[in-house]
């Protein structure tokens, strides 16, 4: 995967860094840096290395894909609303009791209120 340059670059610069302090503190070489820089080509220990030592996560470092399948991106929150609706629709086909659907409301509230106080 490609990293967005621009945004390495940025996070770099609002940190008042050099290239080299940046690769002293990844523990990667200079060249290596300056490769991610221009070109956005790194490797997976590469961008662990890098993401640490700017202080986020991979994901945010990472270049967009482009597509409508990329625009979506499987959190945490995700998980729980489907959960609730696969309950509420077996629920409701099997005619199970009501507490049932309260269930499934519960795990669709969770996973919406999460979504919701995600950074």
């Known amino acids: 995967m490609k990293l967005d340059p621009s945004i390495v670059r940025r996070l770099r610069e609002a ?16 060249r290596t840096v300056q490769r991610v820089e221009t070109e956005g080509v790194a490797s997976r220990e590469t961008r662990v290395c890098l993401a640490a030592a700017l202080d986020t996560d991979v994901g945010a470092i990472l270049e967009a894909a482009s597509g409508p399948v990329a625009a979506f991106r499987w959190s945490p929150w995700v998980l729980p609303i489907l959960a609730g609706v ?8 099997l005619g199970v009791p009501r507490i049932v659907d309260y269930y499934a ?15």
Not at 86 to 93: E, K, P, W
Not at 107 to 116: I, R, Y
Request: charged share 10%; proline share 0%; aromatic share 6%.
């Open 86 to 93: 696969l309950v509420f629709a077996v629920g409701t086909m």
């Open 105 to 119: 409301i519960l795990l669709v509230s969770t996973g919406v209120l999460g979504h919701s106080l995600r950074k």
């Open 15 to 30: 940190r008042h860094w050099s290239q080299e302090q940046l690769a002293a503190a990844a523990g990667l070489s200079l």
